[in-house]
Structure formats: C-alpha cells, structure tokens
C-alpha cells in the first residue's frame, strides 16, 4: 500500500519524474546537423557554449547535472565539427566565430526558445560576447569566463605551447581523445591554433573587441587569477568595455573553474541569472 502511495505521489510531480534527465538530439541548423543536450524544464532557458575542441558532454558534466532544473532549462550544444555535430570536420575561416554564434542563436530559435541567457567558456564565451553584440534583442544575460577580446604576442606563445596534444596532461586529453580518436583530436587542435593565430595579424590583435561596446544585456565575467591560458588583463578589459558588466574573481580558479570549483560556480551563475 506504501508503495502504491509513493507511486500515486511521484506520479502527481512530474517535475520530480523528470527534471533530472538529461536527452539528446540532433537539429539541421543553417546547413549542418547541430548536436544538442538538453535538461530541466524552467521557463529561463540557458544556453552553455563549449570550449575549443570542446562538447556539452566533456565541458559542462557538472552544469547539466546541477544547475537548477526548476528554474531553468539548459541547452548544452556541440558546435560545428566538434562533438557530435560531425560531419562536417571543423574548420577556422576567419569569422568562424561569427559563424558560431549565428548558429548557437539560430540553434536555440530552432528549438522555439523565446529569449536565452548565455554561460561561455573560453572560444565559448568569445561566441556569447559576438552573439549578445549582434542579436541583443534575443540574448537575456550573459555569463563570461577564459575569453579574450583580441590576441596578443603574450597569448601566440601560449597557443603555440599546446599545439601539441601529447604534451597535454593526461586528465585534460584523455575525454576529447576519447570523444574524437587521437588523429582528428590532435590535427584539429594544430588547426584551431593556426585559426586563432589569424587574429594576431589584424588590427589590435582583434577578435571582438570593437563588438563589446554593443552588448546590452548583463553580463558577468568571472576570472580564475591562477589561468594560464588567459591572463587577466583579457577579463579587465571586457570588464572596461561592456558597460555595466560585473568582474568576479576567483582566487584558487584555473581555466576550468566551472569544474574544479563546480558548486561554487553554479551558484553565481543561478544568483547572476535570477
């Protein structure tokens, strides 16, 4: 009899049948088919947009499990050439990022999202800064961190140091070697440090930075102070150039602090996004 009560219950909240799995599926956006994941069921819809090389599954385990499912709905997407969203094999013309974020939005319209906010990670947060520039009526908030506005002589040295996949340390290699096997792993990392060097030769090193003036939604920056891929300077100056934005500062935090202080971190970005 309890146990047809408890049934009868959980029956009754689906919410509490339901909000913790995560689905998958594939969509044809703007001439390729995008892989998405996707959880929760609050009316906030959040996309997270992946790092280089990155996927839902390898750069956001913990914001797909933990961010709340009441309050939002989470959309983790593979871009173009990376992840699941192969074929075709990722490429870096010089607007690829552009491209990244017309198909992030145009993504997010497909699966009929009304207005999102966005959580960027590295190449990711570079994609939310040019997509909150260029469809400011569809993007809510924005929470930035490890992105760069431009490229300087500092960060070509940096790239060229993990040029070289095997050099990488075990833990940081071993999911994208299994996700992609180690040949296309290693040649697209070689590609996307060839495609990020292009910056350097334009004016100022530029990326996006002549795009920051024009975002208008709110956006939280978030800095780990022991990165060393993106030094600080990068964070003061989106910081200093997209008006009323918030610089948070994580002492012990490296490139990947939504994953090493995960909790931490999912409760700014739920406080920032409420």
Request: with cysteine; charged share 25%; hydrophobic share 40%.
């Amino acid at each position: 009899a309890l146990g047809k009560l408890l049934f009868a219950l959980l029956s009754s909240l689906p919410s509490l049948r339901f909000s913790t799995s995560v689905t998958s599926a594939k969509v044809a956006v703007n001439g390729v088919h995008l892989r998405y994941q996707q959880t929760g069921e609050g009316e906030h819809a959040v996309l997270l947009l992946p790092g280089m090389l990155g996927s839902g599954e390898t750069d956001f385990g913990p914001q797909l499990q933990s961010l709340s499912k009441k309050l939002f709905t989470v959309v983790a997407w593979d871009p173009r050439g990376y992840g699941h969203s192969r074929p075709p094999d990722r490429d870096f013309p010089v607007d690829f990022f552009e491209r990244d974020a017309k198909d992030a939005v145009d993504l997010m319209k497909t699966l009929k999202f009304k207005k999102v906010s966005l959580l960027g990670w590295s190449d990711g947060g570079i994609t939310a800064l040019i997509a909150a520039a260029k469809y400011p009526a569809y993007i809510h908030k924005m929470v930035i961190w490890g992105a760069n506005a431009y490229v300087t002589a500092e960060d070509s040295v940096i790239y060229e140091g993990i040029r070289d996949v095997s050099k990488w340390s075990e833990r940081t290699r071993k999911p994208l070697e299994a996700l992609y096997g180690y040949d296309y792993f290693a040649r697209t990392c070689e590609k996307w440090v060839d495609g990020i060097g292009q910056f350097k030769h334009q004016p100022d090193g530029n990326i996006c930075r002549h795009l920051l003036p024009l975002v208008q939604c709110p956006t939280l920056i978030v800095h780990g102070e022991k990165d060393p891929l993106v030094p600080r300077f990068h964070a003061d100056f989106i910081h200093e150039h997209v008006k009323g934005s918030r610089l948070h500062l994580m002492p012990e935090g490296k490139h990947n602090l939504h994953l090493r202080f995960a909790s931490e971190f999912n409760k700014l970005a739920e406080d920032f996004l409420q």
